[in-house]
């Protein structure tokens, strides 16, 4: 929740305001209204694992994020099936694990802090009938090389690049408590 939640969107239109208390947790490139121009956003979020026993084996981490209303999709502009034979591999969001330390009230498009492309989660463009996606980001949490990189949280944006509407998915600050975003740990003790 908003008390103990720590997420911020951030963008590069207003590259030195501060979202900290944005409803949404969102990786998107769409038209400004007024402007007649493209915004890109990208979200932080960070979960606090002090509650896991130190002990701890970590088997499995799942990210739930839910929304309310879908970004407009538009089956006609994009095909996934038809990106490999343009050259491009593929297209949609990414979870990237943050390197540096950032606070929810600060942190701005100019401000913000180093990711690591290293484990990072892609997440596709998806059509579903329920208003939830699951993503497991274990790789995110339990890294499999010898030097591990410090886990301040992790970045949503679009990958590869912002040529899409993206995905906007209720933050910790929305106001139906249910919708806001959860981390589940499956772990084992010794």
């Known amino acids: 929740g908003p008390e103990k939640g720590k997420d911020a969107m951030i963008s590069n239109l207003e590259p030195d305001k501060n979202f900290g208390g944005h409803k949404y947790f969102e990786a998107t490139f769409l038209s400004e209204p007024i402007l007649t121009v493209m915004r890109s956003?990208?979200?932080?979020?960070?979960?606090?694992?002090?509650?896991?026993?130190?002990?701890?084996?970590?088997?499995?981490?799942?990210?739930?994020?839910?929304?309310?209303?879908p970004i407009p999709f538009d089956n006609t502009i994009f095909k996934p099936e038809i990106y490999p034979s343009a050259g491009i591999a593929w297209y949609g969001g990414v979870l990237q694990q943050v390197v540096e330390p950032w606070e929810e009230s600060v942190v701005t498009w100019n401000k913000q802090p180093k990711t690591t492309e290293a484990n990072q989660v892609f997440?596709?463009?998806?059509?579903?009938?329920?208003?939830?996606?699951?993503?497991?980001?274990?790789?995110?949490?339990?890294?499999?090389?010898?030097?591990?990189?410090?886990?301040?949280?992790?970045?949503?944006?679009?990958?590869?690049?912002?040529?899409?509407?993206?995905?906007?998915?209720?933050s910790s600050d929305f106001p139906e408590p249910a919708w806001r975003p959860k981390l589940n740990i499956y772990y084992s003790l010794n």
């Not at 979200?43 to 799942?62: E, H, Q, W, Y």
Request: charged share 20%; no cysteine; glycine share 2%.
């Open 123 to 170: 997440v596709p463009p998806f059509i579903r009938n329920v208003n939830f996606i699951e993503i497991d980001v274990t790789k995110l949490f339990v890294n499999s090389s010898a030097s591990a990189l410090p886990n301040h949280g992790m970045m949503f944006r679009l990958w590869p690049t912002d040529n899409f509407p993206g995905f906007r998915f209720a």
């Open 41 to 69: 956003n990208r979200s932080l979020i960070f979960f606090n694992l002090d509650t896991v026993p130190k002990s701890a084996m970590i088997r499995k981490v799942v990210l739930k994020l839910t929304y309310d209303i």
